[in-house]
């Protein structure tokens, strides 16, 4: 069978369906394609933070900030690979973007904000209970009140093109059948990147490989950079993938417990019981370490003032629940104790803390000069969690201009095609700093709706 519209959008991640509810809003007819049964791509599967400059709880708490300082740290965050000039568009568009989905989406959001590794001051806005949930649901809210049809269970397979080479549509395959998408206008490839896929990863860089588990939804195999690959896209940054430093040891799965760490309140200690990195450090970074302490692992050290006061307990209820019951977390008494259930050198530990404890009365850490205020550890109980890196997000991706059109390797737009989202490439280099994200997203969904639509 046979659909037409004015725009075609592959993927319902959260760049996808802004990047559909823009087109709309701009006037074009649209239709969203998602292979899963389920949409919300690796957005779903995510915190939901989103890092923007200038924000409202920021100007109630007095935190300065601007659009050149988060373009600073984006580019440092990545060491200075990105494009300028893309990296310039999702900093001085980050803060309507969220505007944007506060007040038009209806998104809700907590009223306090985390800290990611990385950035120069605490500016990622967290969503309601801390997932990407609240996103995508409130983007399929609008999506089903502005009548966007979404064909589940459809994969995108082929890019159709007319004798100019420009894109006019779209071969998908449902169910077996193959269904072709005619785009008056355009064709959004909105796929997310390719963390789950093993292939993938160890063509472009061969430490990614079966030994490290993947955050990832399973969707998350690279498609639409294939598709696009075919037709004469120019990829850029590959090779730059990016582990998670803390997620299960068992799945890969992120753990969510563990943002009391981007609260500034829990250590990283290695199975010696001393510190090894600042814990608000880049994402690699902390990788890097882990990987070389005994083990592999990382045990994240945490006291109940931090648990009460960060509530991660209790947002992330059965996640904290299945971690205890499957001794990836122990909540002891004493540090003593919580020490000896993964058998790490207590002793030490209790050194460890007790420095830690004077670094936050001086106000600096002598050892690893972490950011942020530092706050002493107070009584039990005492909290140890168990965690490794897995492969978390690909910074490479299909190379597109400020329009969010796709170029070819003369750095000519291809007619007919935009890409937004960890599909693309080129913004965050070598490095994709936490809450930044669904930033982008947002900034070049929104960017390839109105493109498109045009
Ligand atoms: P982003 O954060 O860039 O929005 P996500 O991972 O959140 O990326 O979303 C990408 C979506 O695209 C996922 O829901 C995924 O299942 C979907 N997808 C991936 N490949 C295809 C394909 N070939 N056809 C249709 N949908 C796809």
């Not at 209820?317 to 540090?335: C, H, P």
Request: aromatic letters at 8%.
């Amino acid at each position: 069978s046979e659909y037409t519209s004015d725009v075609i959008v592959i993927g319902a991640g959260g760049a996808g369906l802004t990047a559909a509810i823009t087109a709309a809003d701009n006037g074009a007819s649209v239709i969203v394609l998602e292979k899963m049964p389920i949409i919300g791509g690796n957005t779903l599967l995510s915190g939901g933070e989103y890092a923007a400059p200038g924000n409202w709880i920021q100007v109630e708490e007095g935190i300065e900030d601007s659009a050149d300082k988060f373009y600073a740290d984006i580019l440092k965050g990545g060491d200075n690979e990105g494009n300028p000039e893309l990296v310039r568009i999702l900093a001085d568009n980050a803060l309507d973007g969220a505007n944007w989905l506060k007040d038009d989406i209806k998104m809700v959001f907590e009223d306090h904000m985390l800290f990611f590794g990385g950035h120069s001051v605490e500016r990622s806005l967290v969503p309601k209970n801390a997932t990407g949930y609240e996103m995508i649901s409130k983007l399929n809210a609008r999506l089903t009140e502005k009548n966007i049809p979404l064909h589940k269970n459809t994969t995108a397979a082929e890019l159709i093109q007319n004798a100019d080479g420009q894109v006019t549509g779209v071969k998908a395959v449902y169910d077996g059948q193959t269904i072709t998408y005619n785009a008056n206008k355009g064709v959004i490839i909105a796929t997310g990147g390719f963390g789950a896929s093993l292939d993938m990863r160890m063509k472009y860089n061969e430490n990614m490989n079966e030994k490290i588990l993947s955050t990832n939804s399973v969707g998350s195999t690279g498609d639409g950079i294939t598709l696009a690959e075919k037709i004469g896209a120019e990829l850029v940054d590959m090779q730059y993938i990016q582990t998670y430093p803390t997620c299960d040891t068992q799945s890969g799965s992120l753990l969510y417990v563990g943002d009391v760490r981007m609260e500034g309140r829990s250590i990283l200690v290695n199975k010696e019981g001393k510190r090894f990195v600042e814990e608000l450090e880049r994402r690699d970074v902390i990788s890097n370490a882990v990987i070389e302490q005994t083990g592999g692992v990382s045990y994240m050290f945490w006291d109940e003032s931090a648990m009460t006061d960060s509530g991660m307990a209790v947002t992330h209820e059965s996640e904290y629940n299945g971690l205890i019951a499957r001794k990836q977390l122990v909540k002891a008494d004493t540090i003593e104790e919580a020490a000896a259930f993964f058998e790490i050198d207590a002793t030490e530990l209790k050194k460890t803390v007790e420095n830690y404890n004077q670094y936050a009365k001086d106000g600096v850490d002598k050892e690893f000069n972490k950011r942020g205020t530092l706050v002493e550890f107070g009584q039990g109980p005492y909290y140890i969690m168990v965690s490794k890196p897995a492969v978390h997000h690909t910074m490479g991706g299909i190379k597109i201009n400020s329009e969010a059109q796709v170029l070819n390797k003369n750095g000519e737009a291809i007619k007919g095609l935009y890409a937004a989202g960890e599909v693309t490439g080129d913004i965050h280099g070598t490095n994709r700093l936490g809450s930044d994200a669904i930033a982008d997203i947002t900034v070049f969904g929104r960017i390839a709706g109105q493109s498109a639509a045009k």
